[in-house]
């Protein structure tokens, strides 16, 4: 399988996979009884993402968003969290994913370091959220994601003139402070697509026969997650697969029931 396409954006890969495979599932959530979310599992096809990935967009875009902006998520394992991801991917704007088991003063610190322009939320996160934009010297408008874009409110001037490219800054990603503070990782377009290339090429016990669909245990607000192995499903058309959060138990029935 050929990763040699050239590609300035994640959300430049995604709609290459829309384009080429959009009947093929792309996002998987497992199935846990008793979630708030999907408990029977879901799964999306990238020509489903797509719809829902494009739509946001253009309600970003509609809202002033744009290159340079800095776009907190705290949205869990939900499938939601990539759509908004790539649609903000698309715009320009950088996300900042927000480690749910963070509580009140890990999470300041990260809504301040980071000076995101806005954070999008799961409903029950709402006011942890809005306590913390409370106490930040920098306005943080808080939109939950269930009605969105209803409570969005128009955005900064852009810091950026043009189209984003390779050089753009996908996500800050933070480090988990064992020595100290978290350290803000600011990666790029090139970063992605680069990581996602590498991943595609290792061989071996991690050869690559797309369409695959790959099971990971991992956080999407995890480098790992997030950069390395959901790029390598966008760029060969394959699915990625989360649990809600790693559970031993269960490992093998999900990988069993998702294919």
Request: charged content about 20%.
């Amino acid at each position: 399988m050929s990763t040699e396409a050239a590609f300035d954006t994640v959300h430049d890969v995604f709609r290459r996979a829309a384009e080429q495979w959009p009947d093929q599932g792309a996002i998987c959530s497992t199935p846990f009884p008793g979630r708030d979310y999907y408990p029977d599992g879901v799964e999306f096809t990238y020509g489903e993402a797509w719809t829902r990935i494009e739509a946001l967009r253009e309600q970003y875009a509609d809202a002033g968003y744009g290159h340079g902006h800095r776009v907190a998520l705290l949205l869990e394992q939900r499938p939601e969290f990539f759509f908004h991801y790539l649609a903000l991917n698309g715009l320009g704007c950088g996300i900042v994913p927000i480690n749910p088991d963070y509580r009140h003063d890990e999470m300041l610190y990260q809504m301040t370091h980071s000076e995101a322009d806005l954070a999008v939320t799961v409903g029950s996160r709402s006011d942890d959220l809005n306590r913390v934009a409370a106490l930040r010297e920098k306005p943080l408008p808080v939109v939950g994601f269930e009605n969105f874009p209803e409570g969005l409110v128009p955005a900064p001037p852009a810091p950026f003139d043009g189209p984003p490219g390779p050089e753009t800054e996908t996500s800050l990603l933070y480090t988990s402070g064992t020595t100290g503070r978290p350290k803000g990782c600011i990666l790029t377009n090139e970063f992605y697509v680069q990581a996602g290339k590498w991943y595609l090429s290792m061989g071996g016990r991690l050869q690559f026969n797309a369409p695959e669909r790959m099971l990971n245990p991992l956080p999407y607000f995890h480098v790992n997650a997030q950069a390395f192995c959901a790029t390598a499903m966008f760029l060969s058309g394959s699915c990625l697969i989360a649990q809600d959060r790693f559970h031993p138990s269960l490992w093998w029935r999900d990988a069993v029931s998702t294919g």
